[in-house]
């Protein structure tokens, strides 16, 4: 399979697209075919080696997922091959800038039936951010107003969205 792969840190210049295995799905993983996968800021940020701490090299980045699963791993019981879905994925050598990844099926929910592949990887940082600043950080209850500036980002329409 073909998949990103960073080996330094350093810009995009450091990401090289390689031939590697097709990973194995283990205990509480699926093997999901990847239909899409987000670009967040995030991803420079651990690109650039900033934060060495949390990326161990070599990795293939991509947090952001969404695919059809083509295999369970042993423990699995919430998902079937075939099903389409998406999530966000821990930060591990096994990113969504893939062909396929192994993923942890807790991580992973189904995918709304309105959106694509595609559109779904785009969701998962920017809802659980904008869920976040209004639910945990605002505390923002039913009657509230609400102003939310930049709300043409990925974060900020999410929270209109939201909010209404």
Known sequence: MHAIVQT????????TCTETDVPEPGAGEVLLRVGGAGVNPGDA???SG???DLVALPWTPGNDVAGVVERVGPGVTRFAPGAEVYGML??????AYAEYTAAPAAALAPKPKNLDLPHAAAVPLAAVTAW??????????PGDRVL?????????????????
Request: charge should be positive; hydrophobic fraction near 50%; aromatic fraction near 2%.
């Open 50 to 52: 900033r934060v060495p």
């Open 132 to 141: 976040t600043a209004l639910d945990a950080l605002g505390r923002v209850g």
């Open 90 to 95: 821990p930060v591990s050598r096994r990113g």
């Open 45 to 47: 940020v651990l690109r």
């Open 148 to 164: 939310i500036h930049a709300a043409a980002g990925g974060v900020g329409h999410v929270a209109v969205q939201l909010a209404a």
């Open 8 to 15: 330094a840190f350093g810009g995009p210049e450091v990401l």
